[in-house]
């Protein structure tokens, strides 16, 4: 085992540098690789104690694999890259006194790189040593000004320290360097983002935008840093040009991971369904089992409230994703508005079994067999949800679910709890029309609290006055209260303003119309609700008259 980590050492494998094998030199002096005798044990020790982290890394073991690279960079300390390669490992397994010790020695060497002293710097600042983190910094500045390390660290120490200008001046430094990379430039507009972010406002947004600009006129080849600086735009709100920077990559590179995503996104937050639901579908086309992409598709038709397809991208991203809880409350959603409700507990049945017990699967399971005018049922799950919501989530007991709560108990005869749930619905909201309209409505039916009633009805009317619903509960309320006239004028209205024909509403227009004696238009008024859905109680009211009719 040790002779293969060997062989793959010297080939340069598994990502690794070989200790000695870059342009530094085993000991601080210039000119022609030291070939004393102490320098090549120096060497072979390291190589040592390299290859055994290796093996170690190879079977799986990066505690004691860190021991032995620790030990091979402190063998031949001043081979720079092996003390990098090191200390990057170290720092992963948050060894930041061992990573700190290795990079003071190496930086005791008067060739040691601006690199090495950045490192240095990101250490001390990592263990709160914030003056020599500063310190280091500086001398990494100077070693390797045309590189960002160094810049990057010190921004990065004063925003911590809330010192906003202080971090604008070290950018400000960088962004006078003579004739920079593009990379340079888009890296150092994502520090003044960064800092804009922090609290440096529009002047930091504006030179950031500055330095994207110079580094896009460049025109830069490499499609990596083209999607780098589309991300710079984006970050910075600027999404139209960062999605045309995205467009353009997409044609040379179609293949190009995460650039439909990023423009999804953008195009999301602009606001612009059309557009990212194409790039979803695209996604699709290239990537059909993205789970993420068919549950924003599913998103997306929910809200246009094309159902249907909710429910059918829903599906598609359950089978890829059955774990993503939240797909199984969307999908029972999707199918109760489809007024599917088996379906929807089907769905909810598979979360039962796979899921902890929650407020959101009893709501939905209540809301279920509501469609299914399985009322006590309905009941017994929305008062479980209100148990589980008093426990752990208190926040869910909205004047929406108290309303639905109060409908529940109406719907199973309860109406004392039914008016307890109401009365404290409109306690937390008191212009919630729809719970004043229920209340009173509920009341006026049992011809009980006739004039609370109708102060609430009227209430809910003044709010929503081309409401057809409400409009029939004042007809019905003052027909309750014998004042027959004006219940007609309200029931009429009532009708004037209904979306679709509803046989409630035809139906109380003809008990008002008997009450006056109008046979005739309270048989038409029957007869209309009739036709709209049969009804046997409406039948025996045209029955009943029909017989008073001949005896008279």
Same mark, same amino acid.
């Given at each position: 085992m040790l002779l293969l980590a060997l062989g793959l050492l010297w080939a340069g494998c598994a990502g690794v540098v070989a200790p000695g094998s870059a342009a530094k030199k085993s000991k601080p002096v210039a000119g022609e690789e030291d070939r004393s005798p102490e320098a090549i044990e120096r060497r072979t020790e390291a190589h040592a104690h390299y290859a055994a982290g290796v093996v170690l890394d190879i079977n799986e073991n990066p505690q004691a694999a860190a021991e032995e690279y620790f030990k091979a960079a402190m063998a031949d300390v001043y081979d720079e890259s092996l003390v990098l390669d090191v200390t990057r490992r170290l720092l992963q397994l948050r060894e930041q006194e061992k990573s700190l010790e290795l990079l003071q020695e190496a930086s005791k060497s008067p060739t040691a790189s601006g690199q090495l002293f950045a490192r240095l710097g990101m250490v001390y600042s990592l263990v709160g040593k914030n003056e020599e983190a500063v310190a280091a910094n500086r001398i990494a500045v100077k070693k390797a000004p045309h590189s960002l390390a160094g810049y990057q660290n010190l921004v990065h120490i004063h925003l911590q320290n809330r010192q906003i200008e202080e971090a604008l001046k070290v950018l400000e430094e960088a962004s006078r360097q003579p004739d920079p990379e593009p990379l340079f430039l888009v890296e150092l507009g994502e520090l003044y983002a960064s800092v804009m972010r922090g609290g440096?406002?529009?002047?930091?947004?504006?030179?950031?935008?500055?330095?994207?600009?110079?580094?896009? +006129?460049?025109?830069?080849?490499?499609?990596?840093?083209?999607?780098?600086?589309?991300?710079?735009?984006?970050?910075?709100?600027?999404?139209?040009?960062?999605?045309?920077?995205?467009?353009?990559?997409?044609?040379?590179?179609?293949?190009?991971?995460?650039?439909?995503?990023?423009?999804?996104? *953008?195009?999301?937050?602009?606001?612009? +369904?059309?557009?990212?639901?194409?790039?979803?579908?695209? *996604?699709?086309?290239?990537?059909?089992?993205?789970?993420?992409?068919?549950?924003? *598709?599913?998103?997306?038709?929910?809200?246009?409230?094309?159902?249907?397809?909710?429910v059918e991208h829903y599906s598609k991203a359950l089978l890829l994703a059955p774990n993503f809880e939240q797909l199984y409350y969307d999908l029972a959603g999707a199918h109760l508005n489809l007024k599917q409700p088996k379906e929807a507990l089907q769905v909810l049945g598979k979360a039962r079994t796979r899921f902890q017990h929650s407020f959101v699967t009893e709501y939905f399971t209540a809301m279920a067999y509501s469609g299914m005018k399985d009322h006590t049922n309905a009941l017994k799950h929305l008062v479980a949800a209100e148990v589980i919501a008093r426990a752990t989530e208190t926040n869910r007991l909205s004047t929406n679910f108290l309303f639905q709560l109060g409908a529940a108990y109406e719907r199973a005869q309860n109406?004392?709890?039914?008016?307890?749930?109401?009365?404290?619905?409109?306690?937390?909201?008191?212009?919630?029309?729809? !719970?004043?309209?229920?209340?009173?409505?509920?009341?006026?039916?049992? /011809?009980t609290n006739l004039h609370e009633a109708h102060e609430l009805?009227?209430?809910?009317?003044?709010?929503?006055?081309?409401?057809? !619903?409400?409009?029939?509960?004042? /007809?019905?309320?003052?027909?309750?209260?014998?004042?027959?006239?004006?219940?007609?004028?309200?029931?009429?209205?009532?009708?004037?303003?209904?979306?679709?024909?509803?046989?409630?509403?035809y139906d109380h227009l003809g008990d008002v119309f008997s009450s006056l004696n109008k046979t005739r238009e309270a048989r038409e008024a029957w007869r209309k609700a009739l036709s709209i859905e049969p009804n046997s109680a409406i039948e025996r009211k045209l029955g009943a008259k029909d017989t008073s009719e001949n005896k008279e």
């Open positions: 440096g406002g529009d002047a930091a947004k504006s030179k950031a935008l500055e330095l994207f600009d110079r580094a896009n +006129k460049s025109n830069p080849a490499n499609p990596l840093l083209q999607q780098k600086l589309a991300d710079g735009f984006a970050a910075l709100g600027e999404s139209d040009r960062a999605a045309e920077l995205y467009l353009k990559l997409l044609e040379k590179f179609p293949n190009l991971p995460t650039l439909r995503e990023k423009l999804t996104d *953008l195009y999301i937050r602009k606001q612009d +369904k059309t557009k990212a639901v194409e790039q979803l579908e695209a *996604l699709i086309r290239n990537n059909p089992t993205s789970a993420q992409a068919y549950y924003l *598709l599913g998103h997306f038709a929910f809200e246009e409230k094309n159902f249907k397809k909710a109406y004392e709890e039914a008016e307890k749930y109401f009365r404290r619905c409109l306690n937390l909201a008191p212009k919630f029309s729809e !719970a004043m309209n229920y209340l009173g409505y509920m009341w006026a039916e049992r /011809g009805i009227e209430k809910a009317v003044e709010l929503e006055p081309k409401n057809a !619903a409400y409009l029939d509960s004042l /007809g019905w309320v003052l027909f309750k209260l014998d004042k027959r006239e004006q219940a007609l004028t309200w029931l009429q209205k009532a009708i004037e303003h209904a979306e679709e024909p509803d046989p409630t509403l």
